[in-house]
């Protein structure tokens, strides 16, 4: 089992910057990779952004150059650091964790992210 929570959401004008975190918690150790998805309303998540625990990430051709993503040194923490935000960057970011071992994907409660024109 994993617990994911994030933060750092909120409301910014477009050209600004916002980091996300997200903390996981529980069974880190087997977690094979971690990202960040949105959601728009009305249509399906979407990838923004997916690390391994080996490090490589891939990111979205609709925010390569503008967002990037990270571990923390403790690597139960991802970052998705986004900058020249857009108004249609608007939408609800969710992490994720994916272990392999039991074919599991896991969700935070997601977090807010608004950019206002």
């Known amino acids: 089992q994993v617990q994911l929570v994030e933060s750092g959401g909120g409301l910014v004008q477009a050209g600004g910057s916002l980091r996300l975190s997200c903390a996981a918690s529980?069974?880190?150790?087997?977690?094979?990779?971690m990202g960040w998805y949105r959601h728009f309303p009305g249509k399906q998540r979407e990838l923004v952004a997916r690390i391994t625990s080996g490090g490589n990430t891939n990111v979205a051709d609709s925010v390569l150059g503008r967002f990037t993503i990270a571990r923390g040194n403790a690597k139960n923490t991802v970052y998705l650091q986004m900058s020249s935000l857009k108004p249609e960057d608007t939408a609800i970011y969710y992490c994720?964790?994916?272990?392999?071992?039991?074919?599991?994907?896991?969700w935070g409660p997601g977090t807010q992210v608004t950019v206002s024109s």
């Open positions: 529980g069974s880190i150790f087997d977690i094979n990779y």
């Open positions: 994720n964790a994916y272990i392999a071992l039991d074919s599991r994907t896991y």
